[in-house]
């Protein structure tokens, strides 16, 4: 299998995952302005999506969208505990948390990346991002992780788009355990590593 990504976006989530998991698989970076791979290759040609990630799977085909992705790479190693049983309702309550972090929280941040967003926009989204991350605060004042003491491919969704906090100025000093949830989150070896892979930290 191979993961198209582009490094610090979204698809470090899902890259993320299959270290937690122990899966091995390739990378090959993408230019998200040119839509051009580190091949050369024309990106739009094998995800006609245009955006990462998207896995090749082992027979050629592509799977794409991050949630989901995270959750195949999951299942293939369900003793790595990163979903719970399927159809448990453990495993809804992760696929709650995916759903939320992806609409009330990802897409929140897309509008905040363009230097041509109005100022009355980004402030609006800055102010309902600060009213989500207040609810995920609260739910991890009793926690290590979203779910509990596990780590799930919620808990490395979360952390990956937190992480564009600095680079658009929103302040999450309110958030204690979220602060603290991020350093627990980049502390785990298997996210130093592809931290180091996408050079996104020194090592």
């Known amino acids: 299998m191979k993961l198209y990504f582009s490094p610090g ?90 759903g939320y972090i992806n609409s009330e929280i990802h897409k929140s941040y897309s509008p905040l990346f363009y230097p041509t967003t109005p100022e009355e926009t980004r402030q609006d989204r800055l ?18 992780f979203l779910t509990g003491d596990t780590f799930t491919i919620a808990d490395a969704y979360l952390f990956v788009v937190t992480n564009w906090a600095g680079h658009v100025k929103l302040d999450l000093s309110d958030y204690p355990n979220l602060l603290a949830f991020q350093q627990r989150v980049a502390a785990r070896p298997a996210v130093q590593a592809a931290l180091k892979f996408e050079g996104l930290v020194k090592g």
């Open 9 to 98: 976006a979204c698809s470090l989530a899902p890259h993320i995952v299959a270290r937690e998991a122990g899966i091995d698989i390739g990378f090959e970076k993408v230019d998200t302005k040119t839509k051009k791979t580190e091949t050369g290759a024309d990106y739009a040609s094998a995800n006609p999506k245009g955006y990462v990630p998207a896995l090749q799977l082992d027979d050629g085909a592509l799977l794409t969208e991050g949630p989901v992705i995270s959750q195949y790479l999951a299942e293939k190693k369900p003793g790595s505990g990163l979903v719970p049983e399927a159809g448990s309702m453990a495993r809804f309550r992760v696929q709650e948390l995916l």
């Open 127 to 144: 102010a309902y991002l600060k009213k989500r991350y207040a609810l995920i605060d609260k739910t991890l004042a009793d926690k290590q």
